[in-house]
């Protein structure tokens, strides 16, 4: 991945209060780029309300994996997230979206029979900038924010080789207003193809995510693919940044020795593909 500065690839994974660091994308990485970190939780957490509220002025999104893939809407957990004045209580795969300038808590996990794995993106900075905060939204604002499994309002779905995906989140402006797009997989299988190149109107961002918590910097399969011209050859997790109008894919998984999670998002509202069969179908080649 030489001389491609759109990467943030997992190093050292750092550990804490039950919760493992894997990687972190921002403006470090790229300048201007939408600021993402990317963690497992391993065992309850109290870092939750007791840490106070705080508020930022971008858009985020939360999303939460649990890490059995044959119970893939399962959270195996249960965890509490406070958004002004609403307690979620998370125990499915889910996606939370929180508007920004919305004072809200950290993930508490109250209770953890398997890891679940965890990402926060600000989609409209390059960086985590937030304040102390206090809820001021009446009760039930955000009690709806949340979406669970993996339903387009086109009703389109991916077509891809059997046994490849196991389809998990689908978000965008139109099943949840004000929302961005964005999608979670897992893949299961090794596959020799994928989406044909393409570029969008917004700026989107990808992770590819090993499931092996003692490991988790390890991706557990080879992943192929390219960012304009330049092939890319990934073997770590990662997250990739890919600015508006940049020419990416396919991605192709020559090689896999586990399930690994892979999902996109961006800020737009919705999915568009330029350049290639424009709908929402992420693994049709042209």
Not at 104 to 132: M, T
Not at 179 to 196: C, I, R
Not at 245 to 268: D, K, L, Q, T, Y
């Amino acid at each position: 991945m030489e001389g491609i500065n759109y990467f943030a690839v997992a190093g050292t994974p750092g550990a804490k209060d039950g919760k493992i660091d894997v990687v972190s994308i921002g403006r470090d990485a790229f300048p201007g780029c939408m600021h993402i970190s990317a963690s497992w939780y391993t065992s309850p957490s109290a870092n939750g309300r007791s840490g106070g509220l705080t508020r930022g002025d971008s858009d985020e999104l939360f999303v939460f994996i649990g890490s059995d893939p044959n119970l893939p809407d399962e959270l195996n957990a249960t965890a509490e997230l406070r958004i002004e004045n609403d307690v979620l209580t998370l125990t499915r795969t889910c996606a939370v979206f929180i508007p920004g300038g919305t004072a809200r808590g950290e993930a508490e996990f109250k209770a953890l029979e398997k890891p679940v794995f965890s990402y926060v993106c600000q989609l409209n900075s390059d960086i985590s900038l937030r304040r102390p905060a206090s809820a001021s939204a009446p009760a039930g604002t955000y009690a709806r924010n949340v979406i669970e499994g993996y339903r387009p309002p086109s009703g389109k779905m991916p077509d891809a080789p059997e046994g490849f995906l196991q389809l998990l989140l689908y978000l965008d402006g139109v099943r949840l207003k004000g929302a961005p797009y964005m999608e979670t997989v897992w893949f299961k299988t090794a596959n020799d193809t994928g989406p044909a190149p393409h570029e969008h109107d917004f700026d989107e961002f990808i992770g590819f995510m090993g499931t092996d918590c003692e490991h988790p910097e390890e991706l557990g399969a080879t992943l192929r693919f390219y960012i304009g011209d330049e092939p890319v050859t990934v073997t770590r997790s990662c997250l990739v940044y890919i600015p508006r109008g940049v020419r990416h894919s396919p991605i192709i998984v020559p090689e896999m020795a586990r399930p690994i999670i892979h999902f996109s998002g961006g800020n737009g509202g919705d999915y568009a593909r330029r350049g290639a069969q424009s709908d929402t179908n992420m693994f049709r080649e042209t």
